[in-house]
């Protein structure tokens, strides 16, 4: 069967402002139609976007449901993804419609596990609260008891999810002193097991009870929503801190909201929620939890490396070949 044509300078629509260098390089090389305001488009906007474009780049932050795929023109052939996540966009409507998805991955491993290294450090130690007694005048000196922390060297870090970022966190954490465990899907290879320190634990209850700090690096997805709920954070105990830079789904937001606000869990580092922008009350009042704006990729040089991925996706695509970042397997 004869490969469907393809255009030489395909129509791109972007959802997001992105780094200057990737939009002027999109614009060089496609008929690109950027969002210069950088708010979310609304979904009738979505739509409108998805009827008549070749190509569309969508951000975490747009939901791409089975019904505006579904509603898409017959034109659209590829949604590339602005980011290595793709929970957000519905793979199987893609397939059913031959609406290849390719997304960003790899990039951002380094800059999102120095993230989770920063909140393991900053939440135990209570550095932002710290920061919030200095800069409200209210620190009176040095003192024996004052603003005690935990140390972390010698504990237990859990890690959910050991996939790249996984691995590159277990690499940090090895450095400061601390036992590596994970819980996977499927056991790594033995010997980047003991490059890592690493002991496997089969079962994930198994291991939030054997363990002081759980780091979270797992996908959302229907497995995974609501994965850590209150049982599971009971398994932590009160002594055990919470570390999510992954996906806030994966975390049910009451069970979290409560284990903190009771003391069930000792605390929280959290650069994700469910259902964001929009942060959980509950939380912002609360003096044992570290809350950031989603920075895990947050860094020059990751954004500009995903710019960098989505134009090869959408070049090797648009010249008749696989994009290299193809996230379904099998067609073209």
């Known amino acids: 069967m ?4 393809r255009p030489s300078r395909p129509k791109v629509v972007v959802t997001r402002t992105l780094p200057s260098a990737t939009e002027a390089r999109m614009a060089e090389l496609f008929d690109t139609l950027p969002n210069t305001s950088d708010a979310p488009m609304s979904r009738d906007a979505l739509a409108a ?9 969508p951000t975490v932050t747009d939901r791409i449901d089975a019904a505006l795929i579904e509603g898409a023109g017959e034109r659209l052939r590829l949604i590339a993804n602005y980011g290595a996540g793709v929970g957000h966009i519905d793979l199987q409507a893609a397939r059913a419609r031959r609406i290849v998805v390719t997304n960003t991955p790899g990039v951002l491993t380094e800059d999102t596990a120095d993230m989770a290294m920063a909140l393991i450090l900053a939440t135990p130690r209570r550095l932002v609260e710290g920061d919030k007694l200095v800069r409200a005048g209210q620190w009176t000196g040095w003192s024996p008891t004052g603003m005690r922390g935990h140390r972390i060297g010698g504990r237990k870090l859990g890690i959910l999810g050991m996939g790249r970022i996984g691995q ?3 690499l940090r954490a090895r450095a400061f002193g601390l036992q590596i465990h994970y819980h996977n899907r499927h056991r790594i290879a033995e010997v980047l097991e003991h490059q890592l320190g690493a002991t496997w634990h089969e079962d994930l209850d198994s291991m939030l009870a ?3 700090i759980l780091t979270i690096h797992s996908p959302h ?5 609501g994965l850590i709920d209150a049982r599971r954070l009971d398994l932590l105990g009160p002594e055990g801190w919470l570390i999510n830079t992954a996906r806030g789904e994966v975390v049910d937001p009451d069970a979290m909201a409560a284990a903190l606000a009771e003391r069930r869990i000792a605390g929280a580092g959290l650069d994700v929620y469910a259902g964001e922008p929009a942060i959980d009350p509950r939380l912002v009042g609360l003096d044992n939890v570290v809350l950031l704006p989603h920075l ?3 860094t020059f040089e990751g954004r500009e490396a995903m710019g960098a991925k989505v134009i090869t996706n959408i070049r090797v695509w648009a010249d008749g070949h696989r994009p290299p970042d193809q996230v379904l397997e099998g067609w073209l």
């Not at 976007?49 to 780049?57: I, Q, R, S």
């Open 221 to 225: 997805t229907a497995e995974t929503q």
């Open 168 to 170: 590159a966190v277990a």
């Open 210 to 212: 054997a363990v002081d």
């Open 296 to 298: 895990g990729s947050a």
């Open 49 to 57: 976007a998805m009827a008549d474009t070749d190509v569309f780049v």
């Open 2 to 5: 004869a490969k469907e044509p």
